[in-house]
């Protein structure tokens, strides 16, 4: 983690149902279902329609975790899991080949607390996502050094929807072209991340460094 947390502060992949040839690199694969990926961040057990998740429960760096969320994401039906089982289900129905949602993970400044790293991500998320009609469950994971174990250095994992969640309103299911599905727009959403939380990757580093040495 320590190498991932250093050398590539932020990601974004995605669950895909249906292998397509239009998305064929596995690093932009997780979880096959989103169900599964709510599971992992929240170091839940669960089952979906490819069967029981691995045990993550018995992991124990979840330091936090919460919803960020439009006013039309809040009803009762939708909490918690319930929304990631209906993404899952209309992945079924409307376009299986496209994302059905998006995970992102990003780094976190180490020597900061568990209030600072909440207020870094709720203000992202609202600013970034949920502004743009998106619904985003995160979670922090975070653990120190031990003589049984190194440490986990802290990381944040934002669920993204990327299909309209509202039965009621008239896109539901359906994929929204315009939130984050593209090369361009997981490279804005990385850059913003590397300004909220000062950690850049190497390369970028550099090229500023070059650009102002010019």
């Not at 690093?27 to 329609?49: F, G, K």
């Not at 899991?81 to 079924?92: G, S």
């Not at 896109?171 to 991340?193: F, I, M, P």
Request: glycine share 4%; hydrophobic share 35%.
């Amino acid at each position: 983690m320590t190498i991932i947390h250093n050398i590539r502060p932020f990601n974004t992949r995605y669950v895909i149902r249906e292998r397509s040839s239009r998305y064929t690199p596995e690093l932009l694969r997780t979880h096959r279902t989103a169900q599964a990926s709510y599971a992992y961040i929240n170091r839940q057990n669960s089952v979906d329609e490819w069967g029981p998740t691995p045990n993550w429960a018995s992991r124990s760096d979840l330091a936090a975790a919460g919803r960020c969320a439009p006013a039309r994401a809040a009803g009762p039906k939708l909490s918690g899991i319930a929304l990631w089982a209906q993404a899952d289900e209309n992945a079924v129905r409307y376009r299986p080949d496209e994302p059905t949602i998006a995970h992102c993970v990003g780094s976190l400044p180490r020597h900061e607390d568990l209030a600072f790293w909440r207020n870094l991500i709720e203000g992202f998320a609202e600013d970034y996502l949920v502004a743009r009609g998106m619904v985003v469950d995160w979670a922090i994971h975070h653990q120190a050094e031990t003589d049984d174990q190194p440490e986990i250095a802290p990381h944040a994992h934002l669920l993204v929807t990327l299909r309209g969640y509202d039965p009621e309103h008239r896109d539901y299911g359906k994929v929204r072209q315009n939130w984050l599905r593209t090369d361009n727009s997981r490279k804005r959403l990385a850059e913003r991340w590397w300004d909220r939380t000062g950690i850049v990757p190497p390369e970028y580093v550099m090229a500023a460094t070059a650009q102002k040495s010019r």
